[in-house]
Antibody, heavy 119, light 110 residues
């Protein structure tokens, strides 16, 4: 059974950073990319970017370039997504998703991590 | 504003057929990138419904179908059921290989 297990909810102050983790199986880590998608309250899905763990290639949506960093930890088959300089409109549920490298769809998703930015 | 345009809402009675459109441009759908569709129920993670424009993953009922033509794509749901009430999103890629979503369509089963 494919599982992506994300870290728990976080509350951050404006200007701080948050790092969300997404732990996958070794097979998934070695075979698939991971996408990061968020959904703010009452809003639609927003594609933040994706990362290929085997070649280190990352692709960030223009909106997030310079403020978001996606990384991996090979030793624990874990993906990370860090957002810096948090603002109130970064309050959202953040999802990681397994991305098929041939068709580029996202087939399995993490449970979501609520990040609340509030002073 | 989302890169891909979807109607904000559609509705239909049980048993009816509805379609949801997804309009892009020559920089994304029209450039040859595939369109994928997801179902999103509040409080749960998105679920893949259609991949590669027309393909259904295992376990997705054949009531769901997808198509693509030019710079647009469509999701059709036949034989509407109460459990189909959800938000639906199309997704593709742009020329910089960044993923893009439609704004989402809320389906109401009357």
């Amino acid at each position: 059974q494919v599982q992506l297990v994300q870290s728990g909810a976080a509350v951050k102050k404006p200007g701080a950073s948050v790092k969300v983790s997404c732990k996958v199986s070794v097979d998934t880590f070695n075979t698939y990319d991971i996408s990061w998608v968020r959904q703010a309250p009452g809003q639609g899905l927003e594609y933040m970017g994706w990362i290929s763990p085997y070649n280190g290639i990352t692709n960030y949506a223009q909106k997030f370039q310079g403020r978001v960093t996606m990384t991996t930890d090979t030793s624990t088959s874990t993906f990370y997504m860090e957002v810096k300089s948090l603002r109130s409109d970064d309050t959202a549920v953040y999802y990681c998703a397994r991305r098929n490298t041939q068709w580029l769809f996202n087939d399995y998703w993490g449970q979501g991590t609520l990040v609340t930015v509030s002073s | 504003q989302s890169v891909l345009t979807q109607p904000p809402s559609v509705s239909g009675a049980p048993g009816q057929r509805v379609t949801i459109s997804c309009t892009g441009s020559s920089s994304n759908i029209g450039a040859g990138f595939d369109v994928h569709w997801y179902q999103k129920i509040p409080g749960t993670a998105p679920k893949l419904l259609i991949y590669g424009n027309t393909n259904r993953p295992s376990g997705v009922p054949d009531r769901f179908s997808g198509s693509k033509s030019g710079t647009s794509a469509s999701l059709a749901i036949a034989g509407l059921q109460a459990e189909d009430e959800a938000d639906y999103y199309c997704q593709s890629y742009d020329s910089s290989l960044s993923g893009v979503f439609g704004g989402g369509t809320k389906l109401t089963v009357l």
